[in-house]
């Protein structure tokens, strides 16, 4: 592991003594080797959760032990009969917004407390066809409207390598859950940056995938033409495991491609000759020191790697992203949100009439975060306002997608995930335009459509740092074998928290 | 007379689709318990995804080609926002263009046969856009006062198309003509069975000269449609030539009073918040064309060039294209060679009057009798075996009664009738008998005279009588033929 | 939704802000260019048949007193 920028607690390696960082490929070997059952394997991550989950609280509702101890059994029984699971006896983290019709489904929402949905989505389903066990589902802010979980209706989770900071969001209960060894894979969701942020914070890998690659369907929608169900992990070979069981065309999800690449897993080796990286400016000038400071020692470790870094890239119609994502994202959201209404889900606060049911189960059901981004989302779609916002951020999109294509068809773009190390709890969330800054570097893969991996550079002062890399639509193979080769220089692969 | 724009939208499930538009739920829900038709796309579960469905496509599809449509190269769904208990999402997915959406179809014409003028009148087309249905809506007592409302989704996301015409409509009859027409077209090329509850339902504009627009809402019948627009008619007509205003508002059919009521609420324009539908990316409508264009050759004027090709009458024609099996019979018992203006009569006019009468189903194909059937009664009619009256009064109510009766023992050819009344003159007149025996020739004409008069009034050849006579004769008392050859 | 008097202050205050970030957008408003509604601008083949199975369901996470004969029940009294 490189001596370097993890600063000096390098507690990770501590852990990874104790046996808890395994990588989850690590685990399955184990598994298949026979030194190690699913049943096992199962108490020995619950061990690890009794003892960090009251302080981080990742989850919004944990498998009962009973449950999770049938499940690995059952895996067990389907290894002895000789089938071929490509992800058996995994523990596997599910963000709250992925409907699972074995445990409730809340989106982090009061509104959909106790909600049970009649079905499973696409990738729960992908996941246990393979033999991985859904340990619980993860916290969240709510709706995904959030960059750091405590906007969750629940709780907010804390930071495992720093538990009065935030884990980032709002995919931040999977993160954590990762981060702390509290399971071996994560299912997440990115709709401007909600992997990838907690990735960066949390010292783990998140990929937000080229838009269609991965089915939606079970995705409680915040805002759909941005976002992906997206495979988070400790290690690049870990995610790339993930996202080859979760992607590929769905029937049951129109803007599903009908394309995936070969090659997801395992990554291979890149070919260096044929890198080239081009850091780009917008996408780094408003880091923190720190985080430039990582970044651009990895980048150079690249570059005497022999890849080719060109550092001076830059699209300056990207200084609109942040407000172009926002307004589709808000419209998107306010329509998507207008179905909780009190007749249809099991909260209701009920009232003589319809108008004032629906009107007081949303006023007591959505936090106010979701209210003031669907009075902002009506707002950019009504009459008299949706040529200068909505039509006019969707006119914009093409630019920025239109010039990310460009670039992408040339080199991988590398850049900051976050302009600050994680804040701490309650820094953000007063300000929305702070909050929504926070996202700055993130919405840019959404809005072009294309693949980012984030993964974690370095430490400052014991908090982690995260990269980003976007590729080209369906670039996923070449890039997670970017990502090997960023590990290997980082020697950052496998960290759980102290 | 009042001068008044009529304009209509007239909303028409596509219950042949199969399945609703967006699942693979059913889109003829019709005798299902509440909720049991019913999956999490339909239900507007979050994470359930719409995905368009093929056959939903291609017969709106075809609407439009028959319209004549400016059709897009891709259509474009797009959320129409409102907030309502038989709306699970509180959005219908729908096809406005002002909201960046593309329908199936923009400005069309549909050409539509008035009987009662016996002429085609033409009406423009604004638009036509696919849409989900929503749910239905159960209250105890009325909509006002129930407590609660009940919701059935067994209807949502059933495939709908919207069609816009143009505020051109002649008047209220008219109005009704057309909606018939379209009804009927929908019909004919597989799209929708409008005998089925429910299945279309009518917005009427309509304005009088100096008045503001009046919307009259969820008519669901062509007849109320036309007395619904004759009363709106009245009421505007009165209330200006009163020197009152019409204003512009939403009223509601009432079929049990026959008037028309104001709406209450909706009055201000609602904001719908169109926005192309993210979940679902743009359609290409040539592959949908492809696959319509067959549909489109089995239009109601089709067939009606196709009745009138055999030199039968435009009435009789349309009378015959208003009933799908009646016409279907024409056409196979025309082409097994039975008389095409007979059988028209016979099933266009009176034997679809009497099944009516005895109140069977006569657009159920086993209402009527195999195409033999008809080519039999219409030969013997044009051979003047039988006479039309006769099939009218005697053939024609036993095969209502009973269409699979056997069409050869109800109506048997006379040549065998002639033989009993033969027989029967011949034992009657004995005397005569002997007396053509002996030798008196005159006997027989005697004879053949006696038969005659038997059958008066009916084509019988003397020739052949007499003939059958001697044949006779001739078998029961040896061998005439002698006696015969003598004379 | 209903907001309080002081929610809506607060709420005012906040979408004022917002918006001012958002009305950047704005520049874009008669810009020459097709909005991108779907990112690919990918068309659709629609299918005949979405899914093998049987994908319907019976309202089973509703609480027994909110389904009457079946029926969702939900507050109305004139809507």
Same mark, same amino acid.
């Given at each position: 592991m490189a001596a370097w920028g993890q600063g000096k607690r390098r507690k990770g390696e501590s852990a990874l003594a104790r046996g808890l960082a395994r990588q989850a490929v690590e685990t399955l070997r184990l598994i298949s080797e026979g030194s190690l059952t699913p049943t096992e394997h199962v108490s020995e991550v619950l061990e690890v959760v009794r003892d960090h989950e009251p302080q981080?609280?990742?989850?919004i509702t944990l498998r009962s032990p009973e449950r999770l101890e049938a499940e690995a059994k059952e895996v067990e029984r389907r290894l002895r009969q000789g089938e071929r699971l490509r992800l058996a006896g995994l523990l596997v983290a599910v963000k709250d917004n992925i409907s699972t019709s074995f445990m409730p489904t809340t989106a982090g929402s009061r509104i959909l407390s106790d909600y049970v949905p009649p079905y499973n989505a696409t990738v729960v389903e992908r996941v246990i066809r393979e033999g991985?066990?859904?340990i619980g589902k993860t916290n969240m802010d709510e709706f995904a409207m959030?960059?750091?979980?405590? /906007?969750s209706a629940y709780w907010p989770t804390r930071n495992?390598?720093?538990?009065?900071?935030v884990p980032g969001g709002s995919s931040g209960g999977s993160a954590a859950a990762l981060a702390y060894g509290g399971a071996d894979l994560a299912l997440g969701s990115d709709t401007g940056g909600s992997v990838r942020l907690p990735a960066a914070y949390t010292a783990t890998v998140g990929l937000k995938p080229t838009?269609?690659?991965?089915?939606?369907?079970g995705l409680i929608p915040y805002a759909n033409s941005l976002e992906q169900i997206s495979p988070m992990a400790r290690s690049v070979e870990d995610l790339a495991l993930l996202l080859d069981v979760i992607s590929g065309h769905d029937a049951?999800?129109?803007?599903?491609?009908s394309v995936k690449p070969d090659g997801i897993y395992p990554p291979s080796e890149p070919d260096l000759r044929r890198l080239r990286v081009c850091l780009l400016r917008e996408m780094l000038e408003g880091s923190e020191e720190p985080i430039r400071d990582a970044i651009e020692r990895t980048l150079d470790r690249l570059s005497s790697q022999g890849v080719e870094v060109d550092y001076d890239a830059s699209?300056?119609?990207?200084?609109e992203a942040l407000p172009i994502y926002y307004t589709i994202a808000l419209a998107e959201a306010a329509s998507n949100l207008a179905?909780?209404?009190?007749?249809?889900?099991?909260f209701i606060v009920g009232g003589p009439t319809y108008t004032e049911t629906a009107s007081g189960t949303r006023a007591q059901g959505f936090g106010w975060e979701v209210k003031r981004r669907i009075v902002l989302g009506v707002m950019a779609l009504s009459e008299g306002y949706r040529d200068e916002y909505y039509l006019a951020a969707a006119r914009g999109r093409r630019i920025i997608r239109d010039e990310i294509l460009k670039l992408t068809s040339r080199c991988f773009i590398a850049g900051s995930?976050?302009?600050?190390?994680p804040p701490r709890l309650?820094?953000?969330?007063?300000d929305p335009l702070k909050l929504y800054a926070l996202d700055i570097y993130t919405v840019v893969a959404n809005l072009a459509g294309v693949p980012s991996l984030a993964l974690p550079v370095g430490f400052h002062e014991g908090l982690p740092i995260g990269m980003q890399v976007m590729g080209p639509p369906l670039s996923e193979p070449q890039l997670l074998s970017l990502g090997l080769l960023i590990e290997e220089v980082t020697? /950052?692969?496998?960290l759980v928290a102290p | 007379m009042t001068k008044f724009k009529i304009g209509l939208e007239i909303h028409v499930q596509l219950?042949?689709?199969?399945?609703k538009l967006f699942c693979d739920c059913k889109s003829n829900y019709r005798?299902?318990?509440?909720?049991?038709?019913?999956c999490p796309v339909c239900l507007g579960l979050p994470g359930a995804l719409p995905v368009p469905k093929r056959r939903p496509l291609v017969l709106a599809m075809a609407a439009a080609l028959v319209m004549d449509c400016e059709v897009p190269d891709s259509l474009v769904f797009t959320r129409k926002h409102y907030f309502y208990p038989d709306l699970p999402k509180n959005y219908q997915i729908t096809q406005y263009q002002g909201g960046g959406g593309a329908p199936v179809c923009l400005r069309g014409r549909l050409r539509y046969y008035v009987p009662d003028a016996d002429e085609w009148r033409e009406v423009r087309i604004r638009r036509i856009n696919v849409e989900e249905d929503p749910g239905r809506t159960e209250y105890d007592g009325t909509i006002y006062s129930s407590e609660y409302a009940y919701v059935d989704y067994?209807?949502?996301?059933v495939p709908l198309i919207e069609v816009v015409t143009e505020p051109?409509?002649?008047?209220p009859r008219d109005a009704r003509r057309l909606v018939e027409y379209l009804l009927l077209t929908l019909y004919y090329i597989g799209a929708?069975?409008?005998?089925?509850?429910?299945?279309f339902r009518v917005d009427a504009n309509i304005s009088v000269a100096g008045g503001e627009r009046v919307e009259v809402k969820n008519i669901g019948s062509t007849l109320d449609l036309e007395r619904a627009l004759s009363y709106e008619a009245f009421r505007q007509g009165k209330l200006t030539s009163q020197g009152g205003e019409v204003r512009r508002e939403t009223r509601g059919w009432d079929p049990v009073r026959k008037v028309t009521k104001p709406l209450r609420g909706k009055e201000t324009e609602e904001e719908?918040?169109?926005?192309?539908?993210?979940d679902i990316p743009p359609v290409p409508t040539k592959p949908l064309i492809r696959e319509a264009l067959p549909l489109t050759l089995l239009t109601p004027d089709k067939q009606m060039a196709k009745v009138e090709g055999?030199?039968?009458?435009r009435r009789t024609a349309w009378s015959l294209v208003t009933v799908r099996p009646a016409l279907t019979l024409f056409l196979s018992s025309a082409l097994e060679g039975a008389e095409p203006q007979i059988a028209a009569r016979v099933l266009a006019i009176d034997l679809k009057g009497l099944l009516r009468k005895l109140g069977k189903?006569?657009?159920?194909?086993?209402?009527w009798p195999p195409p033999y059937t008809i080519k039999v009664i219409s030969e013997m009619v044009k051979e003047g075996v039988y006479t039309y009256d006769e099939v009218k009064y005697n053939i024609l109510p036993r095969l209502a009664e009973?269409?699979?009766?056997n069409i050869n023992v109800i109506m048997p050819r006379r040549a065998s009738n002639i033989e009993e009344t033969v027989s029967a003159v011949l034992s009657r007149e004995k005397k005569a008998v002997a007396d053509f025996l002996s030798g008196k020739e005159k006997a027989l004409d005697y004879l053949v005279g006696a038969v005659l008069k038997v059958r008066?009034?009916?084509?019988?050849?003397p020739k052949s009588v007499r003939e059958l006579i001697l044949k006779v004769l001739a078998s029961t008392t040896g061998d005439p033929s002698n006696r015969l050859k003598r004379s | 939704m209903s907001f309080s008097d002081k929610e809506l202050s607060r709420l005012c205050v906040e979408v004022r802000s917002v918006r001012q970030l958002l009305s950047?957008?704005?520049?874009?408003?008669?810009? !020459?260019i097709q909005p991108l509604y779907n990112v690919w601008d990918e068309t659709l083949d629609p299918p005949?048949?979405?899914?093998?199975g049987d994908r319907g369901v019976s309202l !089973?996470?509703?609480?027994?007193?909110?389904v009457s004969e079946g029926r969702v029940r939900v507050p109305w009294r004139g809507g």
């Open positions: 981080v609280r990742a989850y991985g066990i859904v959030g960059s750091t979980t405590e /906007l495992p390598w720093d538990l009065t900071r838009y269609g690659l991965v089915s939606r369907y049951r999800d129109a803007t599903s491609l699209i300056p119609s990207l200084s179905r909780y209404d009190g007749k249809l889900y099991p995930v976050s302009p600050v190390l309650g820094e953000r969330i007063t020697g /950052l692969r496998g | 219950t042949e689709a199969g399945t005798g299902m318990r509440p909720n049991t038709n019913v067994n209807r949502s996301g051109e409509v002649r008047g929708t069975d409008p005998r089925l509850e429910g299945s719908y918040l169109y926005f192309p539908d993210p055999y030199g039968v009458s189903d006569i657009h159920s194909q086993s209402s009973d269409p699979n009766v008066r009034g009916e084509a019988v050849d | 950047r957008v704005s520049k874009f408003k008669d810009a !020459s005949h048949r979405v899914d093998e !089973s996470w509703l609480p027994g007193d909110r």
